[in-house]
């Protein structure tokens, strides 16, 4: 069955201590991302990746780090969390075949972090 | 830069009603236009995937439409029941050499009641 994991799916936390939070695919795409979302404004983008050992920023980098080692794999990093980082986190990942498109994202994640 | 907005925020109707969501952005170079159902505290299903060069996808009680060149999508529920009470979120996604960013609407939260 092809789908997107995230562990852990809830997390309790406390300001500085630093987390991670994983994300696993088994369908060989090639991108990943990571999503943030909060009441209010939405979805918005933190990090995303167009294969292994290449990532870029989105829209909300700040606070956040990743790194893509194997393609199945796109952890995000909080090296010292903050409260402002209390939300709820998607990871997703995609493909392109000639003119097809598929994505799958992951279950979510929620984090506060006190 | 681009922007989606969806209107309404919010939206109450009785069972059996058909029923129009609206989604504007501001860019129309896209690549292609994702629907997205979202139950309280739950991931992203999606729901239609419209490419640039088509002007509607359908699905069941489901029906999309875009309009590139005007920057409007519309999503068409037929004959709407209580299980379609979820938030609706439209996103277009840009494409740029190899990466992807995926822009999201704040959505459109519709109760459908009995």
């Known amino acids: 069955e092809a789908q997107v994991t995230q562990n852990p799916r809830y997390l309790i936390t406390v300001t500085g201590k630093k987390l991670t939070v994983t994300c696993s695919q088994n369908m060989n795409h090639e991108y990943m991302s990571w999503y943030r979302q909060d009441p209010g404004l939405g979805l918005r983008q933190i990090y995303y990746s167009m294969n292994v050992e290449v990532t870029d920023k989105g829209d909300v980098p700040e606070g956040y780090k990743v790194s893509r080692k194997e393609k199945r794999n796109f952890p995000l990093i909080l090296e010292s969390p903050s409260p402002n980082q209390t939300s709820l986190y998607f990871c997703a990942s995609s493909s392109w075949s000639g003119s097809s498109y598929e994505q799958y994202f992951g279950p979510g994640t929620r984090l506060t972090v006190t | 830069k681009q922007e989606v907005t969806q209107i309404p925020a919010a939206l109450s109707v009785p069972e059996g009603e058909n029923l129009v969501l609206n989604c504007s952005f501001t860019d129309s170079a896209i690549y292609n236009l994702q629907w997205f159902r979202q139950d309280p505290g739950k991931g992203l299903t999606s729901l239609l995937l419209?490419?640039?060069?088509?002007r509607e996808q359908t699905s069941g009680r489901l029906n999309a439409s875009l309009d590139k060149s005007s920057g409007r999508s519309t999503l068409y529920i037929a004959a709407s029941q209580p299980g379609d009470s979820a938030t609706y979120l439209c996103?277009?996604?840009?494409?740029?050499?190899?990466?992807?960013?995926?822009?999201f609407g704040k959505g459109t939260k519709l109760t459908v009641n009995p």
């Open positions: 419209i490419q640039s060069s088509q």
């Open positions: 996103a277009v996604r840009m494409r740029k050499g190899g990466s992807e960013k995926l822009v």
